[in-house]
């Protein structure tokens, strides 16, 4: 089970720490990913880091602005979001897939991931 943590209001410019809380078993062996949906819209990848932390990824349009960190030992992901901007307004969710997957570019991909958290609301405010 994947929960996640820290979404909520801040005004443009601001900053969020989400978090993402594994139970029921150790993620240490598996790639984690935040992607966000906005209302009527797909849901898009954000961000991944491989199960052993040595590789990021990010989408253009956040690379810069957020981070993506993870302590296996707390079994917990981490997205530093800063300089937040009004489009960054979406319900974010984590995701998790057993060690990485071998499509180009497979970290950007909903299906290659098999856990899915419920979800937390950011809203950026202009």
């Known amino acids: 089970q994947l929960v996640e943590s820290g979404g909520g209001l801040v005004q443009a410019g601001g900053s969020l720490r989400l978090s993402c809380a594994a139970s029921?078993?150790?993620?240490?062996?598996?790639?984690m990913g935040w992607f966000r949906q906005e209302p009527g819209k797909d849901r898009e990848f954000q961000a991944a880091?491989?199960?052993?932390?040595?590789?990021?990824y990010y989408a253009d349009s956040v690379k810069g602005r957020f981070t993506i960190s993870r302590d296996n030992a707390k079994n917990t992901v981490y997205l530093q979001m800063n300089r937040l901007k009004p489009e960054d307004t979406a319900v974010y969710y984590c995701?998790?897939?057993?060690?990485?997957?071998?499509?180009?570019?497979?970290?950007?991909?909903?299906?290659?991931?098999?856990?899915w958290g419920q979800g937390t609301q950011v809203t950026v405010s202009s």
């Open positions: 029921g078993r150790s993620f240490s062996r598996h790639a």
């Open positions: 880091i491989t199960w052993s932390g040595d590789n990021t």
């Open positions: 995701a998790a897939r057993y060690y990485s997957g071998v499509s180009s570019g497979w970290w950007t991909l909903n299906y290659e991931y098999d856990y």
